[in-house]
């Protein structure tokens, strides 16, 4: 495969590390980070993006190859991992920096984010307005090598904070199952 059959996808879903386990593995995507967009310092720490003060969301890049695997199944894959009625907060984790946004890399990302929204507002699944953002991708900020794929590191840890925020719980009852 050339690079020219290599795109990016990023998303803000609360916390990266209950953002990269949907996508690992999943065919089709090359490379998941954890990192930082969306805010004004450049070359942020976790410590600086945890105060809510740099304007950064925590979020995921993904590298993914488009013929085997299409930018809508990502935004499929997306929605179905966060709540997007909830303003600057993902379950237990509250602050602008868990907002829930998708950063888009072209005009055709663009509209295929903006008509997967909108299916989803009007599917009824969620009786409250859907909030999460679409805005043009900035510069990705790869997080701290600990936060890469923290759910295969520390695996206990991390199960217990997605049962624990209550991430786990929402992701089954809104969708019957977790995906």
């Not at 609360?14 to 450049?42: Q, R």
């Not at 009625?85 to 602008?96: I, K, L, S, V, W």
């Not at 890399?105 to 984010?113: C, P, R, V």
Request: charged residues 20%; contains cysteine; aromatic residues 14%.
């Amino acid at each position: 495969m050339n690079s020219t059959n290599k795109q990016l996808a990023t998303f803000a879903g609360g916390c990266f590390w209950c953002m990269e386990p949907p996508y690992e593995g999943h065919k089709g995507v090359l490379d998941v980070s954890a990192g930082y967009i969306g805010g004004t310092v450049n070359n942020p720490t976790y410590e600086q993006v945890c105060t809510g003060q740099t304007g950064h969301a925590e979020a995921i890049q993904l590298t993914f190859d488009p013929s085997q695997v299409t930018y809508q199944e990502l935004l499929e894959i997306f929605w179905r991992n966060i709540d997007p009625t909830t303003e600057d907060a993902q379950f237990a984790d509250q602050g602008t920096q868990y907002r829930t946004a998708i950063f888009y890399h072209s005009e055709e990302q663009k509209k295929l984010a903006q008509a997967s929204k909108e299916k989803l507002a009007a599917s009824g699944k969620f009786k409250s307005p859907l909030v999460t953002e679409i805005v043009p991708a900035t510069t990705f900020y790869r997080a701290e090598e600990y936060h890469q794929d923290y759910f295969k590191k520390q695996p206990f840890r991390y199960k217990n904070y997605s049962v624990g925020s209550g991430r786990a719980g929402f992701l089954k009852k809104t969708w019957d199952q977790p995906k």
